[in-house]
């Protein structure tokens, strides 16, 4: 079981808007504002899209936002392509051990 | 440009120990904040992280695994070393190494090797 929270799946159709939420606890999400989300295509090596829960890396699609609410984080991918297919993971700093923390991931498919 | 890549044996015996090598350029392992990381995922399961070596040597390691687990440097070589003992087949797992630095991405990876399959099997 890990320890950030993820819905298994979402959907959404081209052009919509979807958000993947990430519920942690107050002593990872909810104290720090090191969460990362990354995109993870088959045989590809995951990617970084967010980072310090809002900041994108150079070269991201403005498309990608995060956001977070107490315990919990949140993706939005607004104007989905069908590119976008891909599972994402949450990742929070805890400040204990273990350092770091995966989300179980969820599977975004573009209907 | 930063770029890490992994190398290590496809497949182990179970109770055997893996070596996993990080081979990296773009960076120094050396300036202040920077760190090298190693992340696994299960087939099938999600994205665990394991172990992470600092600039100034500081290591993380992930307790479930502490006992097993080893993550050393080689500043000269660009290299990073994770270590596991006492293979089991639940290790079945594609492992990979990134990069962070505490002044830029803060724990988070943003660069990233290719992986490396890892099967433990008899």
């Known amino acids: 079981q890990s320890a950030l929270t993820q819905p298994a799946s979402v959907s959404g159709s081209p052009g919509q808007s979807i958000t993947i939420s990430c519920t942690g606890t107050?002593?990872?999400?909810?104290?720090?504002?090191?969460v990362s989300w990354y995109q993870r295509r088959p045989d590809k090596a995951p990617k970084l899209i967010i980072y310090?829960?809002?900041k994108r890396p150079s070269g991201i699609s403005s498309r990608f936002s995060g956001s977070k609410s107490g315990n919990t984080a949140s993706l939005t991918i607004s104007g989905l392509q069908a590119e976008d297919e891909a599972d994402y993971y949450c990742?929070?700093?805890?400040?204990?051990?273990?350092?770091?923390?995966f989300g179980g991931g969820t599977t975004l498919t573009v209907l | 440009q930063i770029t890490l890549k992994e190398s290590g044996p496809a497949v182990v015996k179970p109770t055997q120990t893996l070596t996993l090598t990080c081979t990296f350029s773009?960076?120094?392992?050396?300036?202040?904040?920077?760190?090298v990381t190693w992340i696994r995922q299960p087939p099938g399961k999600a994205l665990e992280w394991l172990a992470l070596?600092?600039?100034?040597?500081?290591?993380r390691y992930i307790p479930s695994l502490k006992n097993r687990l080893t993550i050393t440097k080689d500043t000269s070589k660009n290299q990073v070393v994770l270590t596991m003992t006492n293979l089991d087949p639940a290790d079945t797992a594609t492992y990979f190494c990134?990069?962070?630095?505490?002044?830029?991405?803060?724990?988070?990876?943003?660069?990233w090797g290719q992986g490396t399959l890892v099967t433990v099997s008899s």
């Open positions: 107050s002593g990872d999400i909810g104290s720090y504002n090191y």
């Open positions: 990134a990069h962070t630095s505490l002044f830029t991405t803060k724990w988070a990876f943003d660069f």
């Open positions: 990742c929070s700093y805890t400040g204990i051990r273990p350092d770091v923390v």
């Open positions: 773009g960076f120094s392992l050396s300036s202040n904040g920077v760190a």
């Open positions: 070596i600092f600039w100034d040597d500081d290591k």
């Open positions: 310090d829960v809002a």
